[in-house]
C-alpha cells in the first residue's frame, strides 16, 4: 500500500499542473479581463468587478482612471474600448495588473509562488488570497460537513432498509418520499424553508442570513453551540435534501446486488443470524460502490453544492467566494481556489481508496497497478 501511495502522490503532480494550465490559459484568452474592466469603468459602464473596489489596489487604480479621463491618445488598442485613451495609462493598467509580461512568464512566476502557496493578492479587495480563503472556509466547512454527516446517517441506514424489505409497502412510500427529493433542486427547497420557517410568510422561528448573532463573542459557550445551530439549521436542510436521495438508491441497489450473491446464500445456508450475514457479510461488500463515491459527493458539496444556499441565506462562504471572483475576473482569487480545491480533492480521493481497503482488505491497489 506504501508503493500505492507514493505513485498516487507523484501522479498528483502533472495532473495538478495540467488542470492549472489548462483553466489558465483558456481564462487568458477569455475577453473580459481586469484591464478591460478598468477601460469599461473609464468609459462609465460599471461592471461587477470595478464596484467591488475597496482597499489600497482598487483606490489606486480608480484614482489613475479619474486623472487619465482627459488623456486623448488616438492609436489603436489590443483592448476593446480602449481607443482614445493614452498608450502609457493603458500600459500602466497592464503592470498593475502583471499584464506587462509574457503569458508564458506570468504562468511560470504563478506555479513558482504556489509551490510556496503564495497566491497573490486580490485585485478588488486589497488583501491576500489566503487569507479570504481562511476567512471564509468556516463556513462551507460547517455547510460542508454537517450536511455530508447527515446525509449518510440517513442515506445508508434507509437504503438497507429497502433492500431488505424490497417490494413491501415501506420500500413504495419511501421511495415515493426520495423522488420528491430528488426532483426539487436544494434552492427551491431553500426558498420554500425561508418562506415557512424564517418569516416569509408564516412563521419566524429561524434566521434568515449568516452563520452567528450580533453578539456572537459575548455569548456563554452553551448559547454559542445554540445560536450557531439555530442559523445553519435551514441551509444544511436545504443541502441535505437533494444529497440523501441519491445516496439513498445507491445504498439499496449496492445492498440488493450483494444480496442474491452465493456467499450469501451459503451464510444463511449455514444458519447465521439474518443480521450477521447483513452487517458480517453483505455490508462490507456493499459499502465500497458508497465509499467510493464519498470524495465526489463531499467535493460538489463543499464547491458546487453550497454556492445557491450561501446566496440565499447570506453566508460568506467558499462557493460565493470562487463565484465571485469569475465574474469579476478576480485571476489570483479564481486561481488559488481552484488550485486549493484541486488539491483538497485529490488528497480526499486518496484518502477514499485508503479507507476502501480497510473496509475490504481483499482490494489490493499495489496489485492492480502492477498488471
Not at 488542470?19 to 477569455?30: E, G, K, T
Request: aromatic letters at 12%; a positive charge; zero cysteines.
Amino acid at each position: 500500500m506504501t508503493a500505492y501511495i507514493i505513485r498516487r502522490l507523484l501522479l498528483m503532480i502533472p495532473t495538478l499542473l495540467g488542470i492549472i494550465a489548462l483553466n489558465f490559459f483558456i481564462v487568458q484568452l477569455a475577453p473580459g479581463g481586469p484591464v478591460e474592466q478598468m477601460i469599461a469603468k473609464l468609459q462609465g459602464i460599471e461592471t461587477s468587478a470595478t464596484s467591488r473596489f475597496s482597499g489600497g489596489g482598487g483606490d489606486t487604480a480608480a484614482r489613475q482612471v479619474m486623472q487619465n479621463q482627459s488623456a486623448s491618445g488616438s492609436g489603436s488598442s489590443k483592448y476593446r474600448g480602449a481607443q482614445g485613451l493614452d498608450p502609457e495609462f493603458i500600459k500602466s493598467l497592464e503592470k498593475q495588473f502583471g499584464f506587462d509580461k509574457p503569458m508564458g512568464a506570468r504562468f511560470a512566476l504563478m506555479l513558482k509562488n504556489y509551490l510556496k502557496f503564495d497566491f497573490g493578492e486580490s485585485y478588488y479587495q486589497d488583501r491576500r488570497v489566503i487569507d479570504l480563503v481562511l476567512d471564509k472556509m468556516p463556513v462551507s466547512i460547517s455547510l460542508g460537513l454537517w450536511t455530508t454527516l447527515l446525509v449518510y446517517l440517513l442515506s445508508i441506514p434507509l437504503g438497507i432498509r429497502k433492500a431488505v424489505r424490497d417490494g413491501s409497502a415501506f420500500d413504495v412510500w419511501t421511495s415515493g418520499v426520495i423522488i420528491a427529493g430528488y426532483a426539487i433542486p436544494g434552492f427551491m427547497f431553500a426558498i420554500f424553508l425561508i418562506v415557512v420557517f424564517a418569516g416569509g410568510q408564516y412563521f419566524s422561528i429561524f434566521p434568515l442570513r449568516g452563520l452567528t448573532s450580533d453578539g456572537f463573542a459575548d455569548m456563554s459557550m452553551w448559547q454559542q453551540v445554540k445560536d450557531y445551530f439555530w442559523h445553519i439549521t435551514l441551509p444544511v436542510a436545504a443541502m441535505v435534501i437533494s444529497g440523501f436521495a441519491g445516496l439513498t438508491i445507491l445504498t439499496k441497489n449496492a445492498f440488493l446486488d450483494e444480496i442474491n450473491r452465493q456467499y450469501v446464500l451459503t451464510a444463511r445456508a449455514k444458519g447465521l443470524p439474518e443480521r450477521r450475514v447483513l452487517y458480517g457479510h453483505i455490508f462490507r461488500n456493499a459499502m465500497l460502490v458508497v465509499i467510493a463515491g464519498f470524495p465526489a459527493a463531499l467535493m460538489s458539496v463543499f464547491i458546487t453544492g453550497s454556492l445557491l444556499i450561501e446566496t440565499i441565506f447570506s453566508l460568506d462562504g467558499l462557493g460565493l467566494l470562487g463565484f465571485e471572483s469569475a465574474i469579476n475576473r478576480d485571476y489570483p482569487v479564481m486561481f488559488g481556489t481552484l488550485y486549493i480545491f484541486t488539491l483538497l480533492g485529490f488528497v480526499i480521493k486518496l484518502i477514499s481508496d485508503i479507507t476502501m481497503t480497510w473496509v475490504d482488505p481483499r482490494i489490493d491497489f499495489e496489485a492492480v497497478g502492477a498488471r
